[in-house]
Every structure is written in C-alpha cells, then in structure tokens.
C-alpha cells in the first residue's frame, strides 16, 4: 500500500527564519515522485517542487528546498527566511508508476509566521 | 491561459438532489482527477482519468460518476446527494510523457453544501 504521513499538524515559525516540515512516505515501487504543495486561506493548491526516486540531488526552488533521505523514506520540505506570505496549509504527496498515476496525499501541516 | 477550471464555485444541495460538477483543462493533459477535500483534512482521490474514454476509480468512489468524452473535459455526477458528500471538490490535470515528474495542476475547487 501507498502511504503519506505529514505528523505535524501545525507548526509556528518567526518571520525570517528557516523551517522544515516533515513528511514521510512508504511505498514499494522503485519509481516514484514526491511532491510538495501550498494551500493558502484562500484554497486555491499551489505546486512548489518536486522530487524524484531516482534524483541524486536533493530539489530546490528559490527558498523552497526538500531533504530528501531515500533510506528513511522521508521528504521534508525547508522554507528558508520564512515571509508573512508563507503562511498556509502544506501538503506533501506522492506519484507512484506502478498505480496508474495516482497521487497520495498527506493530511497537511498548517504552517503560520510569526512577525 | 485558463488552466484548469471548475464550475461552479459554490453550490448547496438538497438531500437527495443530483448535480454534475464541471472540470476543463486547456492544457492538452491526458490525466484528469477529482478529489474531495474535507475540513481540516488532505485530499482523497474519488476518480481518475489516464485518456479519453478511460476512467477508474479511486479511494472514495461510492456515491460518484464519471465520465471522458474528451480529452478537454472530466465532469463528476453526484448522485442522490447525502450530507457526507459536503467537501471542496477539487479537479486537477497533468501530462505525463516520462511518468512521474510532472505536477498536477488543480482547478480553484467547488465548495459542496448539501443540506
């Protein structure tokens, strides 16, 4: 079975400073891709990178970057020098090849800056 | 360039009442989704499409339907509408010519209130 676990619910950071939001994944499929997505109040999913099972190098855009630990199963995303802005729901997912394209979803972990 | 679009944007139903929410993508993808969305919570994949013609379901199926005349159009049929249908119901889109790099693009949601 296909798995994506976000364990935290709700994290709070100070403006400027960096984040890291875990999520962690199970899946025996060799061929894989992991996705992280924002949620802002107004609802609207919004992508911000990706990675994939076969990528050597971890991902990265702009201040969004994913820490990616093959052997632990985990994809944690960091928001460097975190904005007011950033603030918003966060959704780690999954694409598996051997499921015909289907997409897992994490439960989300709601992130708030703090001036 | 319009993206994904969902119609409409809201809409309250009674118990019992059928709908057909609208989802048109311009991108000339060949996967299609639905999810629902509900309070507090991830998404979970009701249906999917991988081309015209071809449908199948996903985690949370019961009380929908589908169908793919086109390439361009993914329609969901809610039928004899139960209060447990009431959600966000979100319709994405992606291409996928190597597999699992690309991201899905999502439609702005339509928010189901059924009374």
């Known amino acids: 079975a296909q798995k994506i676990t976000q364990t935290q619910p709700g994290m709070f950071v100070q403006e400027k400073e960096a984040v890291t939001l875990d999520c962690t994944y199970d899946t025996s499929d060799p061929s894989y891709g992991l996705f992280w997505y924002k949620q802002p109040s107004s609802g609207e999913m919004i992508f911000l990178i990706y990675q994939g099972s076969y990528d050597q190098q971890n991902a990265t855009e702009g201040r969004y970057s994913l820490n990616f630990q093959k052997a632990r199963k985990s994809a944690n995303l960091v928001i460097s020098a975190s904005q007011l802005g950033d603030s918003a729901m966060y959704f780690c997912a999954m694409r598996v090849q051997g499921t015909g394209n289907q997409f897992y979803f994490g439960t989300g972990t709601s992130l708030t800056v703090i001036p | 360039n319009a993206g994904v679009t969902q119609t409409p944007k809201f809409r309250i139903l009674k118990i019992g009442q059928s709908m057909t929410l609208q989802c048109t993508q311009d991108?000339?993808?060949?996967?299609m989704y639905w999810y629902r969305q509900d309070p507090g919570m991830g998404l979970k994949l009701i249906y999917y499409?991988?081309?015209?013609?071809?449908?199948d379901k996903g985690e949370v199926p019961n009380g929908y339907n589908v169908s793919r005349s086109t390439t361009e159009d993914f329609p969901l049929r809610l039928e004899l509408a139960a209060p447990s249908q009431t959600s966000v119901y979100f319709c994405a889109s992606s291409y996928s010519k190597t597999f699992n790099t690309d991201t899905q693009y999502f439609g702005p949601g339509t928010r189901l209130t059924v009374l």
């Open positions: 499409s991988v081309g015209a013609g071809i449908t």
């Open positions: 991108m000339n993808h060949n996967y």
